[in-house]
């Protein structure tokens, strides 16, 4: 019987799965499964917010925790901008909020008769919690018919659209508030944008 051999540079410590992005299979939804995935998320009860909460994951590349946190007091409505507080000493950072998540944000604190600081608030006028929104990715993604989709895999998606759009490898890394460009590399890398005239 002969052994397999494996790179021990794309092997995590405790011996698990390779780590390094061109191993493992996809992390991330395409532009396409993100449209549908946002279209499943208006269809729920609380469909106005759920939305809400995609769109903001997927475009600015929010952890789940960085999205929970988020306040009325990190948005300026006026000149259109989000302060994304970044978690795990990443690079917090001042973000544009493009027209529709303008729009889709108004439409949201409107309906909303409390004075809470929280953007985000559960049934019960709490502030929702990480679990909240794993649920209810889980409920939307099979609404979508995407099968298993986890919070952390818009903000890669996030990263694979910019990478696909031919962005720079440091402004990915600065928008996504990373402080190891090794991490940021994984999207670009592997960006269909750079193998687009291969043949020609």
Not at 156 to 169: K, N, Q, T, V, Y
């Amino acid at each position: 019987m002969t052994r397999q051999h494996t790179d021990r540079r794309f092997v995590k410590s405790d011996g698990r799965a390779p780590v390094d992005a061109h191993l493992r299979r996809r992390d991330y939804l395409t532009a396409d499964e993100v449209k549908r995935l946002l279209a499943a998320a208006r269809l729920g009860r609380h469909g106005a917010r759920d939305h809400l909460m995609l769109l903001l994951m997927y475009r600015h590349g929010l952890r789940v925790s960085e999205l929970v946190a988020l306040r009325r007091e990190d948005l300026d409505l006026t000149s259109g901008h989000l302060w994304v507080q970044r978690l795990k000493r990443g690079l917090s950072t001042s973000q544009p909020l493009t027209c529709d998540e303008l729009r889709t944000l108004r439409r949201h604190l409107s309906g909303r008769a409390d004075l809470l600081p929280w953007l985000f608030l559960s049934e019960r006028g709490q502030p929702l919690t990480r679990q909240a929104v794993n649920y209810l990715l889980r409920c939307i993604a099979a609404r979508a018919e995407l099968g298993a989709v986890h919070p952390h895999m818009l903000r890669h998606s996030c990263g694979h659209a910019l990478a696909h759009a031919g962005r720079d490898l440091r402004l990915i890394q600065d928008y996504l508030g990373h402080r190891d460009p090794r991490h940021t590399a994984r999207y670009t890398r592997t960006a269909a944008v750079r193998f687009q005239n291969i043949w020609r």
